[in-house]
């Protein structure tokens, strides 16, 4: 019979081994949820869940060649590349978000990296974004470490930067940089202050334990992320891997119970691919862990749910929408690594 106590003294490990986490996997579907919403409820509370709104800031042209990505270049998805937008563009799209009650902004950029003169109009989005009292995020490929204090000097909250998968199956996937290039970056991110947003794809064709092994190199990093998307792959025609094989709802929802349980303070985010998902499968999501969405009608580039309907699940289910933290500070533009660095000075 599989033990169900190895979470049970409600510790946060960074000692994770990939056995522990293969027999988390292997759990009765039952056995793992409630061990996973015990914890859920230890540290969050489990009706709220937190709300980002994406904006593609940069759309295609990306000379990398992730196999699930509609942005790359070098495949023929019908998607119109746009330059870098404008800051006043950037603002009023953040403005509607947050009427529509996101508290986090979360700007996507089609690059390898971005190149320093692209930073001075990111930097000048990420001062007005706050401005309006959103929290910040960014997803703009690999740093360097001045790049990352750049963005953190800025008050950008939150970097995004997914690991997608497991080392092993990242070469199949991306062959333009390797895992190891995304370990650097994470660390510039951690060096600099801010909050790690960092996750993977769930349904491009890997094995179980390649999802085992994405999640033990996530729990295992010296700081877990603070959030941790989990992104179904929405398959896009054109890309090499539409048609893989639909993945089976079910071991998603283990991914995501494994993942609070590896990481139980993160927040875990039931990412791309809500569009594909039925109501029930996102509460079970919700049930296993999961407390933050994507929210407004686009991730990127593809369709997100309509928010008339998220609103109408959250309000079937008793959900709200997370606070801000009232250590957000962002009236005064204090940004991640400023109260990281405030911590540090008074403890
Ligand atoms: N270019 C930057 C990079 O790759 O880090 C930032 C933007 S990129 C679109 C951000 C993330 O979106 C990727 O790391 C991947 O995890 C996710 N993503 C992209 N295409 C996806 C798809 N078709 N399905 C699910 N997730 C996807
Ligand atoms: C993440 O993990 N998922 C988001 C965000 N981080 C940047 C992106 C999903 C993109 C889905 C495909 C698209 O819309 O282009
Ligand atoms: Fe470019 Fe990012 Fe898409 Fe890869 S995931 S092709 S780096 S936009």
């Known amino acids: 019979m599989h033990s169900v106590t190895a979470a049970a003294n409600f510790t946060v490990r960074q000692d994770w081994t990939l056995a ?31 709300i980002s709104t994406l904006l593609s800031i940069k759309t295609g042209a990306c000379p990398e060649d992730c196999k699930y990505c509609p942005q790359s270049a070098r495949y023929h998805t019908g998607l119109k590349a746009e330059t870098l937008m404008r800051v006043e563009d950037v603002l009023a799209q953040a403005k509607l978000a947050r009427d529509n009650g996101a508290t986090r902004f979360c700007m996507g950029a089609a690059y390898r990296g971005p190149k320093d003169k692209d930073l001075d109009n990111i930097v000048n989005m990420i001062r007005a974004v ?24 800025a008050g950008l909250d939150y970097y995004n930067h ?21 370990l650097e970056t994470l660390q510039h991110v951690r060096d ?32 877990h992320p603070e959030s941790v998307p989990i ?50 499968m996102q509460a079970l999501a919700f049930f296993a862990g ?8 686009k991730l990127l580039t593809t369709d997100n749910p309509e928010q008339d309907a998220d609103r109408r699940l959250f309000a079937r289910l008793g959900i ?3 606070a801000l933290a009232a250590d957000a500070d962002l009236e005064e533009g204090v940004g991640a690594a400023e109260k990281h660095e405030q911590r540090r000075a008074t403890t």
């Open 290 to 297: 999961a407390n933050s969405i994507f929210y407004g009608e």
């Open 162 to 182: 997914n690991i997608d998968t497991s080392e092993d199956y990242y070469r199949e996937i991306i062959t333009t940089r390797c895992f190891q290039d995304r």
């Open 20 to 50: 522990e986490i293969q027999t988390l996997f292997a759990l009765p579907f039952n056995d793992l949820l409630y061990q996973a919403h015990r914890l859920h409820r230890r540290y969050f509370d489990p009706n709220a869940v937190q």
């Open 231 to 280: 992104n179904q792959l929405v398959q896009v025609e054109g890309t090499p891997l539409h048609g893989r094989a639909a993945v089976d709802p079910f071991d998603f929802i283990r991914v995501i119970a494994v993942a609070r349980i590896l990481m139980p303070k993160a927040h875990v985010r039931l990412s791309a691919g809500r569009t594909q998902m039925h109501d029930e």
């Open 192 to 223: 600099a202050g801010m909050h790690v947003c960092c996750g993977g794809i769930i349904g491009m064709g890997e094995g179980l334990n390649d999802r085992a092994a994405m999640l033990h190199t996530l729990a295992t990093l010296p700081e």
């Open 130 to 153: 706050r401005g309006l009292g959103m929290e910040t995020c960014a997803t703009l490929g690999m740093l360097t470490a001045a790049q990352a204090q750049r963005l953190a000097d």
């Open 320 to 322: 709200h929408a997370e």
